[in-house]
Structure formats: C-alpha cells, structure tokens
C-alpha cells in the first residue's frame, strides 16, 4: 500500500476557529490563500466564483449580525465572502461554490491563518446589500479570518462502520 501522506494530518487538524487574535492579517497572506483555493474543480470548469475580502469594520459589524451564529464575524480583523455567480453556472453553482469555500478553508489553515465557516443560505439577500454584491452572485460562506486565539478541540465524528455500504446501500463493512 502506498505511504500515506502528511496531508492527512493536515487535514485532520483543521478546525473551526471563532476567536482571533487582534493582530491585523497580511493582505498578502489573505491573497496567498485565495489563489491556492481558486485552484478548486468546477463543472465544466466554468470556476464560477468570486470573493470579496471585507475590512471595512462597519460592513464586518452588520455581517456579524446576520443570524444568532454568525458573531465570529466581529471578533475577526477580516472577512472574506465567498459568491458563486448562478448565471455562469446555472446548474451547478451551489456545488462548485461549496468546494470552492472547502478549498478556501482548507488553503488559509494552510497559509496558517483560522476562520469557520458561517451560514449563509437564508441571508443571501441581506448579505449581497451588505457587501454591494449584484443580484446574480450568491454568497455561499462566509469566513471570518484571523490568526487563532484558542485551539479549539476536535469536535466528535460518526464512525466509518455508520457511513459507509459495500456494493449496495445498508451492507455494511463486516466486523
Ligand atoms: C455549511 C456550514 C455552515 C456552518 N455555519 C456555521 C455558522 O453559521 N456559525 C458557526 O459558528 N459555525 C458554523 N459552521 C461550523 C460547524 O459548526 C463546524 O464545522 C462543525 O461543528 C465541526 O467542527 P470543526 O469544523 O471544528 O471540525 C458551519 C459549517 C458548515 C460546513
């Protein structure tokens, strides 16, 4: 069997992360971790995304008070709002959006920067005024961006044996 790689470790060790340190974030830094989650697959390859990186307090403020789980926001010296365009990408822009946000999580804990995802499927209206985003794009996620003030410990997952069927759905893996 081939050696596994590190990058299991790197993926095991991501979190979400809602306190920040208050040190400002390197624009550069932010822009590294965007250019490696542009790198994301897509249906046809349309890639149709776009992100806005908010710094703006006063915008941060109203973003952090979307919903009752969206706090995080105002406790982050940045944020980045990531929007799939639905006309590019009529029928596949909430897939290629959510990979896009997997890929942009992933890349900013590797640039070492901590964010968590933040719920945005029934704001999407307020969020784009908030942002000054057209019609057309839809926020996906947002990530509020920080260095991490906390580690956070890894939350509890279901077991291999209850998510995985072999051949056929209900024939679980034996033992
Ligand atoms: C689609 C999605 C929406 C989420 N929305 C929120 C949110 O609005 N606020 C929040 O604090 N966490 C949110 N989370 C973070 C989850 O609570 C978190 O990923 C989960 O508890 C597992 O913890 P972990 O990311 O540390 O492994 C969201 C995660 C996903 C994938």
């Known amino acids: 069997m081939a050696a596994e790689l590190p990058c299991a ?3 095991l060790s991501r979190r979400s992360v809602r306190r920040f340190k ?3 974030v390197p624009l550069d830094l932010v822009l590294r971790a965007l250019d490696l989650a542009r790198h994301a697959p897509s249906a046809h390859n349309r890639q149709p995304w776009e992100f806005v990186v908010v710094r703006d307090r006063g915008r941060i403020e109203e973003l952090s008070r979307i919903h009752e789980w969206s706090s995080p926001v105002a406790r982050a010296p940045l944020a980045i709002v990531v929007l799939a365009d639905t006309r590019q990408a009529p029928d596949s ?3 290629d959006g959510a990979i896009v946000a997997t890929y942009l999580w992933l890349a900013l804990h590797c640039v ?11 704001k999407a209206e307020e969020i784009r005024r908030i942002i000054g985003a057209p019609d057309h794009l839809f926020p996906v996620a947002i990530f509020p961006v920080g260095f991490p003030a906390v580690e956070p410990k ?22």
């Not at 070492?112 to 029934?122: E, H, K, P, R």
């Not at 890894?154 to 072999?166: A, G, H, I």
Request: hydrophobic content about 40%; charged content about 20%.
């Open 154 to 175: 890894p939350r509890p997952r279901k077991e291999l044996r209850e998510l995985v069927s072999l051949d056929a759905y209900g024939a679980r893996l034996p033992g």
């Open 22 to 24: 208050p040190d400002p």
């Open 112 to 122: 070492g920067l901590a964010t968590v995802w933040i719920y945005t499927l029934n």
């Open 9 to 11: 470790q790197f993926l």
């Open 93 to 95: 822009y909430m897939q």
